[in-house]
DNA sequence: CGCGTGACTTGTA
DNA sequence: TTACAAGCCACGC
């Protein structure tokens, strides 16, 4: 196969990254944009990712609502504003607590995937609201 | 093919 | 501690 030209299947877009990277965040916690981007392998595509969940994938179960920006606080966006309100209250369904000013303590809550690898967690499933699929 | 935009990050004041 | 500015990469038109 010397096809230059032919990379239809084996081309995985940095948003399916992202999407599976933030499908392995568990339950009552959070990751950081940079950290999906990192780990997704977009170093510096921390705008990215927001890029990729702003054209939130309905087909795609992605727990948006675990991403929130290095201050611990959920991004506001430009449109849709609501989805906000939704992300805390979802995230403190999880078990999240916020701060007076709406801000989570990253140093609890953030994701460390320690390993290497997001390995599978135990007995942990991931409840999407359908809330969100019908949201977006 | 080129420019503008953006759910961000980090550093400095 | 908060506020402001510049930088960065990828996608859409």
Known sequence: MGKTTATPNSKPSNYEKI????????????????QVAAMAGVPRGARQVGYALHRCPVGARV????????RGEISTRSET????????????AEGVEFDAKGRVDLARYQWRPKGGRGRAVSGI????PVDLETLT
């Open 63 to 70: 727990p948006w609502q675990r991403i929130v920006n290095s």
């Open 81 to 92: 504003r609501g989805a906000e309100s939704l992300q805390m209250e979802l995230l403190r």
């Open 125 to 128: 499933e991931d409840d999407l």
């Open 19 to 34: 999407y599976a990277v933030v499908r392995r965040v568990p339950r009552a916690c959070v990751a950081t944009y940079g």
